[in-house]
């Protein structure tokens, strides 16, 4: 007869349920109904359930290591953020699990199930643009451990963040748009599910209507890969009046949006302005050269990582959400007219 402990994953596997459930019922956590509390519990007495004592001692004990997840590495601004990160991160002797969920869900979940199975101290988190369900991220606080959002963020979860002022980067772009004698600015947003989409949105329609220029919904359109500039910006060349700016939500797709403008015969930024978002080494390989919104990437990274050490260590003690602002800057190169 087998005389091994039953773990709190075999109860798993018998009843059909994530582990993170299991943990949650037989800590009575009110996210988990009573009928899977009951079942949960009544199977563990049953089976002589102990909950293991050097497991929960190394939980309390963990390891320096901190979490990253990122939708994609080798973006220009997520590479400068986890440079801003790692800087943080190596003065205080923590080392780094990094992971990218590559704009998919699935991914983002088996990364935040990876990172706690490695007993990391606390986990730093961009979302996917393909997330819309977050009990993932839930299950990282439940599970005792620090969480701290960076640049996209679950507006649902209670947990620290840090940000940009996305609403003031796109309001200030496009004030300088309209005060160089540009009046039809096409915005190429992304998903609306996503704060930040929403926010540089808002920016951009509240510095039309501050200049007395209506919102025109054709002018506004989800377009954030350089597959959809492809597909979205020749089209939008053909509305009449054409535009004469494009504000894009980053450097890749303003990038395109300059290249496709100028094979269309327009003259860059005579006929059309140009501006991305992120400031990245793109900006300075276009001809011409492009006017971007700088994030400041690296700033967030620390600010991110300082954030999370300081929460792991018990310095920052504040008990609700503590919500840090990285500003931007418009930086005018010469994609946009003077």
Partial sequence: MDKRQITLKDIAKELKLSPSTVSRALRNHPAISKETKELVRDYAVKHKYKPNTLALQLRT??????????????????????????????????????????????????????????????????????????????????????????????TGINTDKVVIDDYAGAYNAVDYLIRSGCTRIAFLGSNPHLPIANNRRMGYEDALRNHNISVDKALIQVCDTIELAREIVPVMLKIAPAPDAFFCINDEVAS???????????????????????????????????????????????????????????????????????????????????
């Fill in 256 to 338: 395109y949006c300059l290249q496709i403008c100028k094979s269309a015969g327009y003259k860059i930024p005579q006929d059309i302005s140009v501006c991305g978002f992120t400031n990245s080494y793109i900006t300075e390989m276009t001809d011409p050269t492009l006017t971007s919104v700088d994030q400041h990437g690296f700033e967030m990274g620390k600010a991110a990582a300082r954030l999370l050490i300081n929460r792991i260590k018990g310095i920052e003690k504040k008990t609700g959400i503590v919500s840090k602002v990285i500003k931007t800057k418009l930086v005018v190169r010469n994609s946009t007219r003077n």
């Fill in 61 to 154: 004990n963990r390891n320096n290591t901190i979490g990253v997840i990122v939708p994609e590495i080798v973006h220009y601004f997520f590479s400068t953020v986890i440079a801003g990160i790692q800087d943080e991160a190596e003065k205080e002797n923590y080392n780094l699990i990094i992971c990218q969920s590559n704009e998919n869900y699935g991914r983002e979940v088996k990364s935040v199930e990876t990172l706690l199975d490695a007993r990391v101290r606390g986990i730093l988190a961009s979302q996917s643009k393909s997330t819309e369900e977050f009990s993932h991220f839930q299950d990282i606080i439940d599970n005792g451990t620090h969480l701290v959002f960076f640049d996209r963020i679950c």
